[in-house]
């Protein structure tokens, strides 16, 4: 059995973006009350602002914004690579002394030409804690057909035991997890299950913005590798990974009937109920190797 990658920081995180916060709590157990410290997850309105113009407002863990932005707007249709985003300005309004909710904003300028489509297109998104269609009016608005996910021959080398390795390893890369028990992972694995990136955040799809971004950030192959979510697997985590090109979504917990849907379209691998003695695989990618990813 291979050895546990040490888990290593994310390149974004800083002590001024900690994710959790210690608060003082009262905790009932058996008949008697104890007051001790305990720590809780952040989460805050974070709005997205594409030449000057509010298009969403999401609630997640106040980290590793930038990677965030840039992310969702990839992951949406914004722009369609690193190139067309020109600056990021992330502005942070949170007062230690102050009753006011504390809020972010993250301002992108991005191309003209994206800013002209995103204009057409606009719909208000308010998200709890991740949302994929707020806002919108009208089934005949709403576009479900994903982008079709390349055949690199990455599943073909997928290690016998790479997604039991994915699951053994993940609890490592969860350090905010551990201490609020309280948020989902978005985790970057090689063919052979290692993770070598992951990231946390209130709400599955914004840790996956932030996954996405980092690795368009790095301009890491996007096709060379695989995502392990501590989720269950919904249609918009999946339409997400598709439109980036990556080949494998798998999830801790079940998939919806739409998620498989779409990935079958994509022809994206999708397995869920991931664990280290196993996993069920939906047959959504006829170029998937029949064994990949299953140890013997």
């Known amino acids: 059995m ?3 990658a040490a888990a290593a920081p994310n390149p974004l995180e800083t002590e001024g973006q900690p994710g959790a916060v210690e608060l003082r ?3 009932h157990r058996g008949g008697t009350v104890q007051t001790l410290a305990d720590h809780v997850g952040q989460e805050w309105p974070v709005a997205l602002v594409f030449n000057g113009i509010s298009h969403a407002v999401m609630m997640c863990t106040p980290r590793d914004l930038e990677a965030f932005a840039v992310g969702f707007a990839i992951s949406e249709g914004i722009v369609g690579r690193n190139a067309d985003i020109q600056d990021i300005e992330v502005y942070w309004y949170a007062k230690p002394d102050s009753d006011d909710l504390p809020h972010a904003e993250v301002h992108l300028t991005v191309v003209q030409q994206a800013f002209v489509e995103l204009k ?3 719909r208000a998104l308010a998200g709890r804690s991740g949302c994929g269609v707020c806002g919108i009016e009208s089934i005949d608005l709403l576009d479900l057909e994903p982008e079709t996910v390349p055949d690199t021959g990455f599943l073909a080398r997928l290690a016998p035991d790479a997604i039991a ?7 490592q890369h969860q350090a ?3 201490l609020t028990g309280g948020l989902h992972a978005a985790a970057w694995c090689d063919a052979s299950g290692a993770i070598l990136r992951a990231f946390e955040d209130v709400g599955r799809h914004n840790a996956l913005d932030k996954l996405i971004g980092q690795l ?3 301009r890491a192959d996007t096709q060379q590798g695989f995502v392990f979510l501590s989720s269950r697997a919904s249609y918009e985590l999946v339409r997400k990974a598709a439109r980036v090109g990556i080949p494998m979504v798998a999830t801790i917990s079940a998939p919806s009937t739409l998620a498989i849907a779409i990935a079958k379209r994509a022809g994206l691998r999708l397995v869920s109920f991931c664990r280290e003695s196993g996993y069920v695989d939906y047959d959504t990618a006829a170029h998937a190797a029949p064994d990949a990813g299953q140890a013997s």
């Open 25 to 27: 709590v009262h905790r």
């Open 216 to 218: 368009v950030i790095e």
């Open 2 to 4: 291979p050895a546990a």
């Open 165 to 171: 390795r994915a699951a053994r390893e993940l609890p």
């Open 120 to 122: 057409e297109k606009r």
């Open 176 to 178: 905010l997890t551990k």
